[in-house]
């Protein structure tokens, strides 16, 4: 939401030295109500989908164009998957968060940056505390995953490289 906000007035501080893009949508796909839909309904719940997906892979162009503009070593996360005890709602929210992920990794490639995984790294139920919110041990988790990340890279990678 702050990237449509900002405008194309976006601007990073000068002393950054790195840009990790990550967009959370477990939320954003829970609140859509595309997880309630009707069976008869799968075509138009398909196509929503979609769109709302073609609308995050823009807000993604424009991250990754603001970040490789500042020339900053550039990370992207894939979004974790949620962790819902209903078996059902867990495999309709992983389905709808897959079209959201794939984009992110299409573009992490094409732009040829590293991609931080979480759907590898957060895999326990301590990771959560809520369906869709992380613990403090998962993120503790991430922050681990994105530090070693950081590490790793330096200015110089043209390639996509995967962390988890």
């Known amino acids: 939401a702050e990237v ?25 796909i829970e609140q859509s109500g595309l997880l309630e839909g009707r069976p008869d309904a799968y075509g138009q719940t398909l196509e929503q989908l ?10 993604l162009e424009r991250l990754i164009h603001v970040a490789k503009a500042a020339r900053l070593v550039i990370m992207m996360c894939t979004m974790f998957q949620p962790n ?7 495999r309709k ?4 968060l897959a079209v959201f992920n794939d984009r992110v990794t299409k573009r992490a490639a ?46 110089g990678a043209r390639r996509s490289e995967v962390f988890f």
């Open 4 to 28: 449509e906000r900002a405008g194309p007035a976006l601007v990073l501080p000068e002393d950054a030295t790195h840009a990790m893009i990550f967009i959370e949508g477990n939320h954003a």
């Open 50 to 59: 979609s769109l709302a997906a073609d609308e995050f892979e823009r807000t």
């Open 84 to 90: 819902y005890k209903d078996p059902v709602r867990q």
């Open 93 to 96: 929210a992983c389905a709808a």
């Open 110 to 155: 094409e732009a040829r940056v590293a991609l931080v995984d979480l759907r590898l790294t957060c895999n326990e139920p301590d990771d959560y505390d809520k369906p869709t919110l992380l613990s403090k041990s998962g993120v503790q988790k991430v922050a681990n995953v994105i530090r070693f990340a950081m590490f790793e890279l330096d200015t």
